[in-house]
């Protein structure tokens, strides 16, 4: 059993695929938008201030940011180096072997589904609100989680479902859907941002970091899986007209707007609102709700509602992508490889994901499902910026239509800004990672290193 064959790389980027190729770099950078703008901003920045950094999560953000734009640089290489639907799985595959391939797609698996419930959960809570401000709102029972006292989180449920539908549908109407729902929140954002710097009371920044430096970090591991989105932009390769030069640009372009938006409107929610009180599952439009702006809570909580309909929309985009990938390159069975003849999506994987995902959504805590996305997302960050420098050693002769500057001092920070975010996870977080990757380990012995295509090829 060879577990270090090396999936070949096609120096095509235009070869033939059973996927629809339309789209463009600027459909790449909104759906980068769409992707991380969203849990971060509108669910996460509150949580995290409240129970790990206080104020101090503006610089928080900095070094989630930082640590993205390393791994970023790695992506936009990979992705139009490699390419492929597998993003950060293929460039494994092609770098470190099927083995590594394997356990980092199983690990993007794990860290897309979860990412779906987690923000469908803070979805549910901003729809609830929204409801609320209408004179009506959702009962309990229909709300809250069995470990919280209620039967299912319905509206969970229910988003996933709505945009399973909406992917099955094909890859152009998604795009477009995309599209108008980040014209939405980035609304809502600009709304939060004009009417918070009117009303700071500076008394609120203080103390800045309550919890000290460590909680500072702590805050950053946490609100990391909200810079997801750049990655579910690597796996739009096969659906780029042009990946060569459009995925670079979809990733770059989108994490630098993205860290710009987060420094923002962290810096000012801690202003308009002592963090102790943004512990709630919408933190933002409760700010402006006890502000006394009910006008604007009510657009911001619009504006949350697209927001976190969109990050939904790509990682569950991103998930599908990578399980028809795996399938397709044999490590999982070759039903989920299936692409319906005319809308050209991977529908069966979409219907199984989504049943999966809403399950979770519906049953599962926030807190508990945002710690395992986060370990995952920098297993897989980490992994990519490692990428950069082993496939430089291997395959020098390759075309580079983008290359990371300061390789490898670059790439290799990204290894160790990651890895450190990492050792600030609880450890409950390590067990449950350590448990999934073991379930991977079994599947992958047991199927599939026998059934891959590399391996029926020797």
């Keep these: 059993m060879n577990l270090f064959r090396r999936k070949p790389i096609s120096e095509d980027p235009h070869r033939d695929t059973e996927l629809n190729r339309a789209l463009g770099a600027a459909d790449l950078v909104l759906l980068g938008v769409g992707g991380i703008i969203g849990a971060g901003?509108?669910?996460?920045?509150?949580?995290?201030?409240?129970?790990?950094?206080?104020?101090?999560?503006?610089?928080?953000?900095?070094?989630?940011?930082?640590?993205?734009?390393?791994?970023?640089?790695?992506?936009?290489?990979?992705?139009?180096?490699?390419?492929?639907?597998?993003?950060?799985?293929?460039?494994?595959?092609?770098?470190?072997?099927?083995?590594?391939?394997?356990?980092?797609?199983?690990?993007?698996?794990?860290?897309?589904?979860?990412?779906?419930?987690?923000?469908?959960?803070?979805?549910?809570?901003?729809?609830?609100?929204?409801?609320?401000?209408?004179?009506?709102?959702?009962?309990?029972?229909?709300?809250?989680?069995?470990?919280?006292?209620?039967?299912?989180?319905?509206?969970?449920?229910?988003?996933?479902?709505a945009i399973g539908l909406l992917l099955a549908a094909g890859v152009r109407g998604t795009a477009r859907f995309n599209a108008a729902i980040v014209v939405v929140k980035l609304s809502a954002?600009?709304?939060?941002?004009?009417?918070?710097?009117?009303?700071?009371?500076?008394?609120?920044?203080?103390?800045?970091?309550?919890?000290?430096?460590?909680?500072?970090?702590?805050?950053?591991?946490?609100?990391?899986?909200?810079?997801?989105?750049?990655?579910?932009?690597?796996?739009?390769?096969?659906?780029?007209?042009?990946?060569?030069?459009?995925?670079?640009?979809?990733?770059?372009?989108?994490?630098?707007?993205?860290?710009?938006?987060?420094?923002?409107?962290?810096?000012?929610?801690?202003?308009?609102?002592?963090?102790?009180?943004?512990?709630?599952?919408?933190?933002?439009?409760?700010?402006?709700?006890?502000?006394?702006?009910?006008?604007?809570?009510?657009?911001?909580?619009?504006?949350?509602?697209?927001?976190?309909?969109?990050?939904?929309?790509?990682?569950?985009?991103?998930?599908?992508?990578?399980?028809?990938?795996?399938?397709?390159?044999?490590?999982?069975?070759?039903?989920?490889?299936?692409v319906h003849p005319t809308r050209r999506s991977p529908t069966k994987v979409i219907i199984v994901s989504g049943i999966l995902m809403a399950a979770i959504a519906g049953v599962v805590p926030l807190n508990e499902i945002a710690e395992l996305v986060n370990i995952g997302t920098l297993a897989a960050f980490a992994l990519v910026c490692g990428g950069v420098v082993v496939m430089r050693y291997r395959h020098p002769e390759l075309r580079r239509p983008f290359r990371v500057p300061g390789s490898p001092w670059v790439p290799l920070l990204g290894v160790a800004s990651c890895f450190y975010l990492m050792a600030n996870l609880p450890l409950i977080t390590w067990e449950r990672f350590v448990i999934w990757m073991a379930i991977g380990l079994g599947v992958y012995f047991l199927y599939s290193a026998r059934h891959s295509v590399l391996a029926r090829a020797d």
């Design 41 to 161: 901003v509108f669910v996460l920045t509150g949580v995290a201030a409240a129970t790990q950094a206080g104020p101090a999560i503006v610089v928080s953000y900095v070094v989630a940011g930082l640590a993205c734009a390393f791994a970023a640089l790695s992506y936009a290489e990979l992705a139009a180096m490699v390419g492929g639907a597998g993003g950060a799985y293929g460039y494994a595959y092609a770098g470190f072997g099927e083995f590594i391939g394997w356990l980092i797609g199983w690990d993007l698996m794990l860290e897309y589904a979860l990412a779906v419930a987690a923000v469908a959960v803070g979805w549910s809570g901003y729809a609830n609100n929204a409801l609320q401000a209408a004179g009506l709102g959702i009962p309990d029972a229909w709300l809250l989680t069995p470990q919280e006292g209620g039967i299912v989180n319905l509206p969970a449920v229910l988003i996933i479902l």
């Design 189 to 338: 954002i600009a709304v939060f941002l004009l009417v918070a710097m009117a009303n700071v009371d500076p008394a609120n920044w203080t103390p800045f970091a309550p919890f000290g430096w460590s909680g500072i970090m702590q805050g950053a591991a946490l609100i990391f899986f909200a810079y997801i989105g750049f990655d579910a932009v690597s796996t739009a390769a096969e659906e780029a007209r042009n990946p060569q030069r459009d995925l670079p640009i979809g990733i770059i372009g989108s994490l630098v707007v993205c860290s710009v938006i987060y420094i923002l409107v962290a810096l000012f929610l801690t202003g308009i609102a002592n963090y102790t009180t943004l512990n709630v599952p919408s933190p933002v439009a409760d700010a402006l709700l006890n502000a006394g702006f009910r006008w604007a809570a009510a657009i911001v909580a619009a504006g949350a509602i697209a927001g976190l309909t969109s990050v939904i929309l790509m990682s569950y985009y991103g998930q599908t992508r990578v399980f028809f990938a795996m399938s397709r390159d044999g490590l999982l069975p070759p039903f989920f490889a299936d």
